[in-house]
């Protein structure tokens, strides 16, 4: 549920912003001003269809890659994402400021005086497109990562408070510029982001990979790869300075998962992919694969089945936390064990 609460939030926000903005509207600007606001709002549907598109496809990957504590990946496809973002809602800015007068035409505004009215509100509030879609892709990011009260600010801000307080201020004078509220809104929310990211990073408590050391690896689905790789991890952990009960339980773990994988999901399965990420004070493990969905989250010790379930059951056992997922046809299991046993 907390998880979840900010873009709950975000729809409250936007109903409460449309009451607010609607009722400034009628004092000040009478039916034209809720003409060309009501044609606005309309317009961000097809923002929204690549904006959601894009966090859609890439948040799913990017919270495999926070549970793996990956976060130099994490940057990588944020950036794409950005990319793509900033190219599809400038292309919309510009269709949106050289089309504006058809756009108000296409929504039935046919009075010389309702075109002029909305032909203004259109440019101004394109300009606002890039601002809005880097909004909401952090916004999708934050609540992500788990930190839900920096994205619930976020959609305050730029969905009710700023937006609501500019035309508040500039609706008096019932000046054209008005129609700036969507750009300053979106503007000073994308603003005091990055101020608050800039802060985070100088408290070095933003996301870092500070001595961390990685192993990854592809093998088939055969139960003698899987084998082999357990004798590797248990080199491996030895070579990390893992206390030999650890190094000795996280084989028996990696061992009993793959093997399963491959005897119970070789069917579809192609490949696993395993990372071992040692950290200071943690060991981040990461099994991925293709074959049929399985969730050793939900599993529950005592259950008839034919699964090998040590390996789960001693995961759970010394385990800080267990975390799974069915991203892009992919099962993700990610792993978090403190260097110190329980």
């Known amino acids: 549920m907390k998880i979840g609460s900010p873009k709950a939030l975000t729809h409250a926000f936007i109903m409460l912003r449309g009451i607010f903005i609607n009722a400034i509207l009628i004092i000040f600007y009478g039916a034209e001003g809720i003409a060309s606001f009501t044609i606005c709002i309309n317009t961000t549907f097809l923002a929204a269809i690549f904006i959601n598109g894009a966090c859609d496809t890439v948040l799913p990957i990017t919270g495999v890659l926070f549970g793996e504590k990956d976060y130099i990946g994490m940057r990588m496809i944020m950036k794409f994402a950005i990319r793509f973002i900033l190219l599809t809602c400038g292309i919309l800015m510009l269709l949106y400021v050289t089309f504006s007068r058809n756009i108000a035409l296409l929504f039935?505004?046919?009075?010389?005086?309702?075109?002029?009215?909305?032909?203004?509100?259109?440019?101004?509030?394109?300009?606002?497109?890039?601002?809005?879609?880097?909004?909401?892709?952090?916004?999708?990011?934050?609540?992500?990562?788990?930190?839900?009260?920096?994205?619930?600010?976020?959609?305050?801000?730029?969905?009710?408070?700023?937006?609501?307080?500019?035309?508040?201020?500039?609706?008096?004078?019932?000046?054209?510029?008005?129609?700036?509220?969507?750009?300053?809104?979106?503007?000073?929310?994308?603003?005091?982001?990055?101020?608050?990211?800039?802060?985070?990073?100088?408290?070095?408590?933003?996301?870092?990979?500070?001595?961390?050391?990685?192993?990854?690896?592809?093998?088939?689905?055969?139960?003698?790869?899987?084998?082999?790789?357990?004798?590797?991890?248990?080199?491996?952990?030895?070579?990390?300075?893992?206390?030999?009960?650890?190094?000795?339980?996280?084989?028996?773990?990696?061992?009993?998962?793959?093997?399963?994988?491959?005897?119970?999901?070789?069917?579809?399965?192609?490949?696993?992919?395993?990372?071992?990420?040692?950290?200071?004070?943690?060991?981040v493990i990461s099994v991925k694969d293709d074959g049929i969905s399985f969730d050793p989250t939900v599993y529950k010790s005592g259950e008839a089945t034919n699964l090998l379930i040590g390996g789960i059951d001693l995961a759970k056992a010394i385990a800080s936390s267990i975390s799974y997922s069915r991203v892009l046809g992919f099962n993700c299991t990610t792993i978090t064990l403190e260097k110190k046993l329980k």
């Not at 801000?157 to 510029?177: D, G, H, M, Q």
């Open 108 to 283: 039935g505004i046919t009075e010389a005086g309702g075109i002029r009215v909305a032909d203004i509100a259109i440019k101004l509030y394109a300009l606002s497109l890039p601002f809005y879609g880097i909004n909401i892709l952090r916004q999708n990011f934050f609540q992500t990562t788990g930190r839900v009260r920096i994205a619930v600010i976020s959609a305050f801000c730029n969905s009710l408070a700023f937006t609501v307080l500019t035309a508040l201020i500039i609706a008096p004078t019932r000046s054209n510029a008005l129609w700036c509220f969507f750009l300053v809104a979106e503007a000073l929310t994308f603003l005091i982001i990055q101020l608050y990211n800039k802060a985070r990073i100088n408290q070095r408590d933003m996301f870092h990979q500070d001595n961390k050391k990685s192993w990854n690896i592809s093998i088939n689905t055969t139960v003698e790869a899987t084998t082999m790789l357990s004798k590797d991890v248990y080199d491996l952990c030895l070579k990390n300075g893992t206390d030999l009960t650890l190094a000795n339980q996280l084989s028996i773990i990696i061992e009993e998962m793959t093997s399963n994988i491959a005897i119970y999901g070789n069917t579809k399965a192609k490949s696993i992919d395993v990372s071992i990420n040692f950290f200071d004070d943690q060991i």
